[in-house]
Every structure is written in structure tokens, then in C-alpha cells.
Antibody, heavy 124, light 107 residues
Framework: EVQLVESGGGLVQPGGSLQLSCAAS????????MHWVRQASGKGLEWVGR??????????EYAASVKGRFTISRDDSKNTAYLQMNSLKSEDTAVYYC???????????????WGQGTLVTVSS | DIQMTQSPSSVSASVGDRVTITCRAS??????LAWYQQKPGKAPKLLIY???SLQSGVPSRFSGSGSGTEFTLTISSLQPEDFATYYC?????????FGGGTKVEIK
């Protein structure tokens, strides 16, 4: 069974940093792109960014709202993806989900499954 | 960036009703569109990909159609477990973008 488990969320002050982790199991993590998507309370989904596999040079893409502040990385030996968040703002407060692309339909960035999410609160 | 606009933002319906949700893209995206279902407090779940392909395990009462800039998600006979919020997403180009969501509520 494919499973994604996020951790690392919490309360951080504006301007601070936080690193989220996404532990993966049940699929070939090293060959799979990993995405992060966030959702502010009562709001819709916002794509944050993606990292591709080693075969694709670990290429990354980011939303404009986080580019230059957030960095996605991965450790294939640990089957874990990371989201490093720096210079955090109050508007970054959200539940952060990690997700991947099903290998059976990997032609595009359809996202499934998703982790349970981890809450990041940016507040003084 | 490609903007995705869903309508309606909410719909009230009864069990057994047919429900249709529309998603419009600000520019043509061929069939690079997905639909997701999200229940309160839970992560989204992929229902439809490539505009009309049913993800494995998803009931056949869900269907998708469209191409270019206009797409629809149809629930042919609403079941109690279908009351949720539905999102469309374009995967044509980065940044990936989602529609604002449609909440399907009990009438």
C-alpha cells in the first residue's frame, strides 16, 4: 500500500524557518516525482512545488508565492522528501500535504495519493 | 499562469440526484485536467485524470468530460458518501493550479 506521512509542522514566528518531512513507502520512491500542496484553513488547494527523480536531475519547480523562500529536496536512501521553508510569513499558515504521481498513469502530474497533512502556523 | 474557475461554488442536492460541476481554464489545456474529492479534515483524493479517465477504485457514477477550456464532472446518482468538496486541477503547465472548489451539500 502506498503511504505518505508528513511531519515537522508546528508554530513558528514570522521570518523563521521550518523543515517538513514526507516519509514514503509502498512504491518506488526513487523514481517518482514528489509534490507539496498546501491549504489554508477553510480555503482551497495551492500547489507549492515539485521535485523530480535523480534520472531527471532532481529538477524542481515552485509556485511564485514561495520561490526563493522554499526549497524541496529528497533523500532516496531514506525514501523521504523535504520542504525547507525560510522567511516564513503569516500567509504561509496552512496544512501542507505531500503527494506523488501514480506510476501507472505517470504521463502527467496527477496527484495521488496524498499524505494526511501537517499544520504549519506562522504567528508571533 | 493558467487560472481555473469552477462553478457553482456550492450546490445543494439530495441522495439520488444528478450533479454536474463545471471547470473552465483561462487558456486551452487539451485534456490535461484532473478532478479531486476532499472530505472535511481529510486529504484530497484523485477521482478523474486526463479529463475523463476514472482513477482505479473510483465508483463509476463519477464521470468527466471536456477538452480545451471547458470541463465537467458529473455524479450520476449522488450517494451519502459523495457529500464533499470537489476541485479541478490543470496539469498542462507549471505552476499547477486548482479551481476554487465546489462544495456539494445535503439538501
Amino acid at each position: 500500500e502506498v503511504q505518505l506521512v508528513e511531519s515537522g509542522g508546528g508554530l513558528v514566528q514570522p521570518g523563521g524557518s521550518l523543515q517538513l518531512s514526507c516519509a514514503a513507502s509502498g512504491f518506488t520512491f526513487s523514481g517518482s516525482p514528489m509534490h507539496w500542496v498546501r491549504q489554508a484553513s477553510g480555503k482551497g488547494l495551492e500547489w507549492v512545488g515539485r521535485i523530480r527523480s535523480k534520472a531527471n536531475n532532481y529538477a524542481t519547480e515552485y509556485a511564485a508565492s514561495v520561490k526563493g523562500r522554499f526549497t524541496i529536496s529528497r533523500d532516496d536512501s531514506k525514501n523521504t522528501a523535504y520542504l525547507q521553508m525560510n522567511s516564513l510569513k503569516s500567509e504561509d499558515t496552512a496544512v501542507y500535504y505531500c503527494t506523488t504521481v501514480p506510476s501507472a498513469i505517470a504521463a502527467a502530474n496527477w496527484l495521488d495519493p496524498w499524505g494526511q497533512g501537517t499544520l504549519v502556523t506562522v504567528s508571533s | 499562469d493558467i487560472q481555473m474557475t469552477q462553478s457553482p461554488s456550492s450546490v445543494s442536492a439530495s441522495v439520488g440526484d444528478r450533479v454536474t460541476i463545471t471547470c473552465r481554464a483561462s487558456q486551452g489545456i487539451s485534456r490535461w485536467l484532473a478532478w479531486y474529492q476532499q472530505k472535511p479534515g481529510k486529504a484530497p483524493k484523485l477521482l478523474i485524470y486526463a479529463a475523463s479517465s476514472l482513477q482505479s477504485g473510483v465508483p463509476s457514477r463519477f464521470s468527466g468530460s471536456g477538452s480545451g477550456t471547458e470541463f465537467t464532472l458529473t455524479i450520476s446518482s449522488l450517494q451519502p458518501e459523495d457529500f464533499a468538496t470537489y476541485y479541478c486541477q490543470q496539469v498542462n503547465s507549471f505552476p499547477l493550479t486548482f479551481g476554487g472548489g465546489t462544495k456539494v451539500e445535503i439538501k
